[in-house]
């Protein structure tokens, strides 16, 4: 069964920066499609950066010009470079496994 393990969240003031990490404990990490969502109290989860296996991306459009996804399949990892953060941005991040696993989430708050 596939797990998936988030760090790098925290406590930054706005217009800092965040780069979060997903390793996947499973073994078709290179195959697979990655994402990240994230959720606000009293929110709905929303999705915010997707990357293919042959590493093509999208991004919401509220993270756009600001967050960056990428992957490095050697390491079986996917990481959100996120700059020039915004309150806004405060959620518990997730990083998904479309259609196969979810991780437990890691905690972003960013401070005005």
């Known amino acids: 069964q596939v797990q998936l393990a988030e760090s790098g969240g925290g406590l930054v003031q706005a217009g800092g920066s965040l780069r979060l990490s997903c390793v996947a404990s499973?073994?078709?990490?290179?195959?697979?499609?990655m994402a990240w969502y994230r959720q606000a109290p009293g929110k709905q989860r929303e999705l915010v950066a997707v990357?293919?296996?042959?590493?093509?991306?999208n991004y919401a459009d509220s993270v756009k010009g600001r967050c960056t996804i990428s992957r490095d399949n050697a390491k079986n990892t996917v990481y959100l470079q996120m700059n020039s953060l915004k309150p806004e941005d405060t959620a518990v991040y997730y990083c998904?496994?479309?259609?196969?696993?979810w991780g437990q989430g890691t905690q972003v708050t960013v401070s005005s």
């Open positions: 990357i293919t296996s042959g590493a093509a991306t």
């Open positions: 998904n496994q479309p259609a196969r696993a």
């Open positions: 499973g073994s078709i990490f290179s195959i697979s499609a």
